[in-house]
T-cell receptor
Framework: GENVEQHPSTLSVQEGDSAVIKCTYS??????FPWYKQELGKRPQLIID?????GEKKDQRIAVTLNKTAKHFSLHITETQPEDSAVYFC???????????FGTGTRLKVLA | DSGVTQTPKHLITATGQRVTLRCSPR?????VYWYQQSLDQGLQFLIH???????AKGNILERFSAQQFPDLHSELNLSSLELGDSALYFC????????????FGDGTRLSIL
């Protein structure tokens, strides 16, 4: 069945450095790719999303890129801050289906 | 505030018992998804309802069941509880189109003693 692989599972960066998290999906028909941030003990919250007709989207320090040919998409966080420390989940969905496939999560730790 | 309401926030019970978790989706959302998140684990998809009908099932145990009512709220029933069922249970809603973001509730933390 469809799946989404997410790497790395853990990531430590120094404050001010950049962080990159990558996801690879299996269903070539997937066309919507959201990213969620989950702080400890809290609910996942949408931070950015991208649709298949766009190659890149940026929102302040956060950007997402999509490579449909390779079937992967990545989250880029620049100028990381301690409050960026959290678990990040990617997901992939396909129009007309009810499937919402989440990656396994990346625990990001920003070291002050 | 996501607009998704989950009750109760915390639930402590014993093995062998049965509990019901409740979720009210955002106003206008027709889809409700249930997820289980064990300690330091990812989001395990359990089940999805759209406008009262079951649409997809994930790794949901036979001891677990769910339904979505005409007013669109949903309930997740967990029976014959085991220690391993201790987890955070999230409900998420969307407008029904899988091409839209899901909005998560704050979750119900279930502890089995």
């Amino acid at each position: 069945g469809e799946n989404v692989e997410q790497h790395p599972s853990t990531l430590s960066v120094q404050e001010g450095d950049s962080a990159v998290i990558k996801c690879t999906y299996s269903d070539s028909a997937s066309n919507y790719f959201p990213w969620y941030k989950q702080e400890l003990g809290k609910r996942p919250q949408l931070i950015i999303d991208i649709r298949s007709n766009v190659g890149e989207k940026k929102d302040q320090r956060i950007a997402v890129t999509l490579n449909k040919t390779a079937k992967h998409f990545s989250l880029h966080i620049t100028e990381t801050q301690p409050e960026d420390s959290a678990v990040y989940f990617c997901a992939a969905t396909t129009s007309g289906t009810y499937k919402y496939i989440f990656g396994t999560g990346t625990r990001l730790k920003v070291l002050a | 505030d996501s607009g998704v309401t989950q009750t109760p926030k915390h639930l402590i019970t014993a093995t062998g018992q049965r509990v019901t978790l409740r979720c009210s989706p955002r106003s206008g959302d027709l889809s409700v998804y249930w997820y289980q998140q064990s300690l330091d684990q990812g989001l395990q998809f359990l089940i999805h309802y759209y406008n009262g009908e079951e649409r997809a099932k994930g790794n949901i145990l036979e001891r677990f069941s769910a339904q979505q009512f005409p007013d669109l709220h949903s309930e997740l029933n967990l029976s014959s509880l085991e220690l391993g069922d201790s987890a955070l249970y999230f409900c998420a809603s969307s407008d029904g189109n899988s091409n839209q973001p899901q909005h998560f509730g704050d979750g119900t933390r279930l502890s089995i003693l």
